[in-house]
């Protein structure tokens, strides 16, 4: 499994976390990859959504086959986001 972080840098106890939570699904973590993702309130998200998900820098291959996990916090965020909208 893949983990995209847009959050702070994840700690070797919050991966193992996140592998202790997925084991279900029978996939360890092969790869954390960081994005920067601060957003600008004052521009359109479309073209800045796009440009976390290009900064993630997988294929198109890879985003239809490869298991991924956002962070739990961004998650947590977009949840909560649609909630309070």
């Known amino acids: 499994m893949i983990i ?3 959050t702070y840098p994840l700690i070797p106890e919050q991966i193992a ?3 202790a939570l997925t084991a279900d699904a029978g996939q360890g973590v092969t790869r954390t990859i960081e994005i920067q993702s601060q957003l ?6 479309a073209p800045l959504v796009a440009a976390l998900a290009d900064a993630c820098g997988l294929t198109p291959v890879e985003w239809q ?3 991924q996990s ?3 916090a961004n ?3 977009t949840t909560h986001r649609k909630e309070t909208a």
Request: hydrophobic share 40%; charged share 25%; glycine share 0%.
């Open 17 to 19: 976390q996140i592998e």
């Open 65 to 67: 086959t490869t298991p």
């Open 75 to 77: 998650t947590w965020w």
């Open 40 to 45: 600008d309130n004052e521009k359109a998200f």
């Open 4 to 6: 995209l972080n847009f």
């Open 70 to 72: 956002n962070d739990a």
